[in-house]
């Protein structure tokens, strides 16, 4: 029998993909995606756009890869619920290992639950500005942003709280990106409590804040408290987070991750970066002290240096082109993030470097500011 014509099969001709855009559902073609920032991958740079850590991790985190790479372990599946990590965090945040969920980056955490939580045609809440992913996670999952303004002073109006049809989740990131600002520990509980769905509060930057959140956790079930290694670890390169909940929220939210979505190499990084106190305390602490020089330099130069509680500051120039600024510092091999809000503003975010990158930066700056 002679092949079937396409005139034959209109429902096969209807999803053929003949080079234009493939048959993705609309709302995915119509997605704007994330845009990390610029990582290049050749030449000389002093990259100070995506807040790494500017220290090679702890030396424990090497040793620990080889030891895993040992012998046939890299030829069996992981642990699909990285227990040793899930045991250590536990320990350190006095909580019980059921309490913490791993996953490949906290971008992961964070797409586990806008996918357990939030249904196509339901409501995402996010302050603005803020993290870019969280409105992508909801494009993705067809759902819709709703997005609450932070006011002058980075403070979140009691509007965040309000109930609203459809409402399944709520994110807020604290210390935010890209201000560096943190909201009030009881304030977040309150909106905790008057919310009508789970709040996720996204720390990836905590560890360089004075405060955080984790227990909030046990003070209200609807708390989420989201975690990163990426930075106050120096393991954005290897990709590991986790989120901290009730018991009963992690078994529901293990159903949804991909079934190994921690690798064997690294949840035993993971596991020897958290158990290296001492490198996290000395690290972080470097790290603070350029961040207070940083933000007195920018202010001497005439930024508006917004205080930050995390490992970047954002700064603002009452006369300067903040694009302009960017792109002759990226000239010079010199990346910051240049991040322009709609109804908001723009401004710069710097990553707190090493001290050598940001007196290059400081003076190449400076120079720049004559010029412009």
Same mark, same amino acid.
């Given at each position: 029998?002679?092949?079937?014509?396409? +005139?034959?099969?209109?429902?096969?001709?209807?999803?053929?993909?003949?080079?234009?855009?493939?048959?993705?559902?609309?709302?995915?073609?119509?997605?704007?995606?994330?845009?990390?920032?610029?990582?290049?991958?050749?030449?000389?740079?002093?990259?100070?756009?995506?807040?790494?850590?500017?220290?090679?991790?702890?030396?424990?985190?090497?040793?620990?890869?080889?030891?895993?790479?040992?012998?046939?372990?890299?030829?069996?599946?992981?642990?699909?619920?990285?227990?040793?990590?899930?045991?250590?965090?536990?320990?350190?945040?006095?909580?019980?290992?059921?309490?913490?969920?791993?996953?490949?980056?906290?971008?992961?955490?964070?797409?586990?639950?806008?996918?357990?939580?939030?249904?196509?045609?339901?409501?995402?809440?996010?302050?603005?500005?803020?993290?870019?992913?969280?409105?992508?996670?909801?494009?993705?999952?067809?759902?819709?942003?709703?997005?609450?303004?932070?006011?002058?002073?980075?403070?979140?109006?009691?509007?965040?709280?309000?109930?609203?049809?459809?409402?399944?989740?709520?994110?807020?990131?604290?210390?935010?990106?890209?201000?560096?600002?943190?909201? $009030?520990?009881?304030?977040?509980?309150?909106?905790?409590?008057?919310?009508?769905?789970?709040?996720?509060?996204?720390?990836?930057?905590?560890? =360089?804040?004075?405060?955080?959140?984790?227990?909030?956790?046990?003070?209200?079930?609807?708390?989420?408290?989201?975690?990163?290694?990426?930075?106050?670890?120096?393991?954005?390169?290897? $990709? =590991?987070?986790? +989120?901290?909940? $009730?018991?009963?929220?992690?078994?529901?939210?293990?159903?949804?991750?991909?079934?190994?979505?921690?690798?064997?190499?690294?949840?035993?990084?993971?596991? +020897?970066?958290?158990?290296?106190?001492?490198?996290?305390?000395?690290? $972080?602490?470097?790290?603070?002290?350029?961040?207070?020089?940083?933000?007195?330099?920018?202010?001497?130069?005439? =930024?508006?240096?917004?205080?930050?509680?995390?490992?970047?500051?954002?700064?603002?120039?009452?006369?300067?082109?903040?694009?302009?600024?960017?792109? +002759?510092?990226?000239?010079?091999?010199?990346?910051?993030?240049?991040?322009?809000?709609?109804?908001?503003?723009?401004?710069?975010?710097?990553?707190?470097?090493?001290?050598?990158?940001?007196?290059?930066?400081?003076?190449?700056?400076?120079?720049?500011?004559?010029?412009?």
């Amino acid at each position: 029998m002679a092949p079937a014509s396409s +005139a034959d099969s209109p429902a096969d001709s209807d999803n053929a993909f003949s080079g234009g855009t493939p048959p993705v559902r609309p709302d995915i073609a119509a997605l704007a995606p994330y845009i990390p920032g610029e990582q290049p991958q050749g030449g000389e740079w002093i990259k100070l756009n995506t807040n790494e850590n500017p220290y090679p991790p702890s030396p424990t985190v090497a040793e620990a890869i080889r030891e895993a790479a040992t012998g046939r372990r890299l030829a069996k599946y992981p642990d699909p619920l990285a227990t040793s990590f899930r045991v250590k965090m536990a320990e350190l945040l006095g909580v019980e290992p059921d309490w913490i969920l791993c996953g490949n980056g906290s971008d992961d955490i964070l797409t586990i639950l806008v996918r357990s939580f939030v249904g196509q045609g339901e409501s995402l809440r996010m302050p603005y500005p803020s993290y870019i992913l969280y409105r992508t996670l909801a494009g993705i999952q067809g759902a819709r942003c709703h997005e609450v303004s932070f006011e002058t002073d980075w403070s979140l109006s009691p509007a965040f709280a309000a109930s609203r049809d459809g409402l399944r989740l709520a994110v807020i990131p604290n210390p935010n990106s890209p201000s560096g600002t943190v909201l $009030r520990k009881e304030w977040l509980l309150e909106v905790a409590e008057q919310l009508p769905c789970p709040l996720v509060i996204d720390e990836a930057y905590a560890d =360089f804040a004075e405060t955080d959140c984790v227990d909030l956790v046990r003070a209200c079930e609807k708390v989420i408290v989201t975690r990163s290694l990426s930075k106050s670890y120096g393991l954005a390169g290897l $990709r =590991f987070g986790f +989120a901290v909940a $009730r018991p009963e929220v992690i078994t529901q939210l293990t159903k949804v991750k991909d079934s190994y979505n921690c690798d064997t190499l690294s949840i035993a990084a993971a596991t +020897a970066a958290v158990t290296d106190t001492g490198w996290l305390t000395e690290t $972080r602490d470097k790290i603070l002290a350029t961040r207070k020089r940083l933000e007195a330099a920018l202010t001497n130069l005439g =930024f508006l240096a917004q205080p930050s509680q995390a490992n970047f500051v954002w700064c603002t120039h009452p006369q300067k082109s903040h694009k302009a600024i960017y792109e +002759a510092l990226k000239a010079e091999g010199i990346l910051v993030r240049w991040m322009n809000f709609p109804s908001w503003g723009d401004g710069l975010r710097i990553t707190v470097g090493t001290d050598e990158e940001i007196d290059a930066f400081l003076a190449a700056v400076a120079a720049i500011l004559q010029r412009l």
